[in-house]
């Protein structure tokens, strides 16, 4: 990507997400995001078509960035590690995570939100993941673990004073890894 491009479209981002940092994202509009960004709305549009589609790319550039450059070599230790920088980016716009994953959300963002972490996810169970999986299709058993993850982000959202994203982080990385939700299995009784 030709680097103007990639400054520009970066700037967008950081504009979109500094405002809603300040006020909600339906008092927001293009002409907003364009001013903070430095940009007039022609510009704008060579890049978006709209606010929703600028949101779905910035919230993929924060997931992109904090990946890096391969998904495919992503180790257990470095997928905390991300998780940690992503929901630290969480935490700092709480109030927009809130929106966005709350019960009148974007349903069209919370799919992408979860699309994309079942690809991360489903990449991870093909190079050698969780081995107890077997007999559950890679794809559901990714759509399942993402659904929890972001129910759980969603649920750490909803908590007053918000807990750390370093608290955060074990929780959802529990609910990922699945160690520790069940400790054993109970006896019938009777």
Request: charged share 25%; hydrophobic share 45%.
């Given at each position: 990507?030709?680097?103007r491009?990639?400054?520009t479209?970066?700037?967008?981002?950081?504009?979109?997400?500094?405002?809603?940092r300040?006020?909600p994202?339906?008092?927001?509009?293009?002409?907003?995001i364009?001013?903070?960004?430095g940009?007039?709305?022609s510009?704008?549009?060579?890049?978006?078509s709209?606010?929703n589609?600028?949101?779905?790319?910035?919230l993929?550039?924060?997931?992109?960035?904090?990946?890096?450059?391969d998904?495919?070599?992503?180790?257990?230790?470095?997928?905390?590690?991300?998780?940690?920088?992503y929901?630290?980016?969480?935490e700092?716009?709480?109030?927009?995570?809130?929106?966005l994953?709350?019960?009148?959300?974007?349903?069209a963002?919370?799919?992408?939100?979860?699309r994309?972490l079942q690809?991360?996810?489903v990449?991870?169970?093909e190079?050698?993941?969780?081995?107890?999986?077997?007999?559950?299709?890679?794809e559901l058993?990714?759509?399942?673990?993402?659904?929890?993850?972001?129910a759980?982000?969603?649920?750490?959202?909803?908590?007053?004073p918000l807990?750390?994203?370093?608290?955060a982080?074990d929780?959802v990385?529990t609910?990922?890894t699945?160690?520790?939700?069940?400790?054993e299995?109970a006896e019938?009784?009777g």
């Amino acid at each position: 990507m030709d680097p103007r491009i990639a400054r520009t479209r970066r700037s967008l981002r950081e504009a979109l997400f500094a405002l809603a940092r300040k006020r909600p994202l339906d008092e927001i509009s293009v002409s907003d995001i364009a001013e903070r960004a430095g940009v007039n709305r022609s510009t704008y549009y060579q890049h978006y078509s709209d606010k929703n589609t600028l949101l779905a790319d910035a919230l993929d550039a924060v997931i992109d960035e904090a990946i890096g450059a391969d998904e495919a070599a992503i180790t257990e230790e470095e997928g905390a590690r991300i998780l940690l920088e992503y929901l630290r980016h969480v935490e700092a716009n709480a109030d927009l995570y809130r929106m966005l994953l709350g019960e009148n959300g974007s349903a069209a963002i919370q799919v992408r939100m979860s699309r994309r972490l079942q690809s991360i996810i489903v990449a991870a169970v093909e190079r050698g993941g969780p081995q107890d999986l077997v007999g559950v299709p890679t794809e559901l058993a990714a759509a399942a673990i993402s659904g929890a993850a972001l129910a759980t982000v969603r649920a750490w959202l909803d908590i007053d004073p918000l807990p750390t994203a370093d608290v955060a982080s074990d929780w959802v990385w529990t609910v990922i890894t699945g160690s520790g939700l069940i400790s054993e299995v109970a006896e019938p009784t009777g």
